[in-house]
T-cell receptor, first 111, second 115 residues
Framework: DTEVTQTPKHLVMGMTNKKSLKCEQH?????MYWYKQKAKKPPELMFV???????INESVPSRFSPECPNSSLLNLHLHALQPEDSALYLC??????????FGPGTRLTVT | AQSVTQLDSHVSVSEGTPVLLRCNYS??????LFWYVQHPNKGLQLLLK??????LVKGINGFEAEFKKSETSFHLTKPSAHMSDAAEYFC?????????????FGQGTELSVKP
């Protein structure tokens, strides 16, 4: 089973809202990732969690707040977003052999 | 520093004809290389990976890629295109041997398949 699940599939939020994205994997992977992808562009890394600890933050604005409650779950908390934050948000996970397995993404629209 | 260059931003083929998507990489040591495919409004799916075993790598859906160190290339091929192959393809290199390493993405190649 190489499945990463993400909820919700679509999210529309106003600039004053607080919302969360959820990612789950049951492959025993100990690294999990958040990416942001704009149309016609490759994914951009936001955060990496390794063994449930934040190991990489790619200078992401504080209005994005990641959380890794356990080895299977990864959340991304959103607050006071801007319209330019509208994008496809992808979660991924990996083992020691480096390849990452991606979820289907959450399409976020900020109004 | 590692980098990836996909030589074509868009490739168009007819159904049943061969597919060639070109990728060159730059790496200071033996890299791990991947091809991912992304269909519209979907996540990325791993097509195949090279991790210093056989230089000819077979992937899913009839795709394969050949690692050529002398040419620093990792081109993706398929003998016969199918309409369902129309998608965005990303060539990717991993920059770390540690778990949680970053992936370096190429800019992507959009593959169109004409009936």
């Amino acid at each position: 089973d190489t499945e990463v699940t993400q909820t919700p599939k679509h999210l529309v939020m106003g600039m004053t809202n607080k919302k969360s994205l959820k990612c789950e994997q049951h492959m025993g992977h100990r690294a999990m990732y958040w990416y942001k992808q704009k149309a016609k562009k490759p994914p951009e890394l936001m955060f990496v969690y390794s063994y449930e600890k934040l190991s990489i933050n790619e200078s992401v604005p504080s209005r994005f707040s990641p959380e890794c409650p356990n080895s299977s779950l990864l959340n991304l908390h959103l607050h006071a977003l801007q319209p330019e934050d509208s994008a496809l948000y992808l979660c991924a996970s990996s083992r020691l052999s480096y390849e990452q397995y991606f979820g289907p993404g959450t399409r976020l629209t900020v109004t | 520093a590692q980098s990836v260059t996909q030589l074509d931003s868009h490739v168009s083929v007819s159904e049943g004809t061969p597919v060639l998507l070109r990728c060159n990489y730059s790496s200071s040591y033996s890299p791990s290389l991947f091809w991912y495919v992304q269909h519209p409004n979907k996540g990325l799916q791993l097509l195949l990976k090279y991790t210093s075993a056989a230089t000819l790598v077979k992937g899913i859906n009839g795709f394969e890629a050949e690692f050529k160190k002398s040419e620093t290339s990792f081109h993706l091929t398929k003998p016969s295109a199918h309409m369902s192959d129309a998608a965005e393809y990303f060539c990717v290199v991993s920059d770390s041997i540690l778990q949680g390493g970053k992936l370096i993405f190429g800019q992507g190649t959009e593959l169109s398949v004409k009936p």
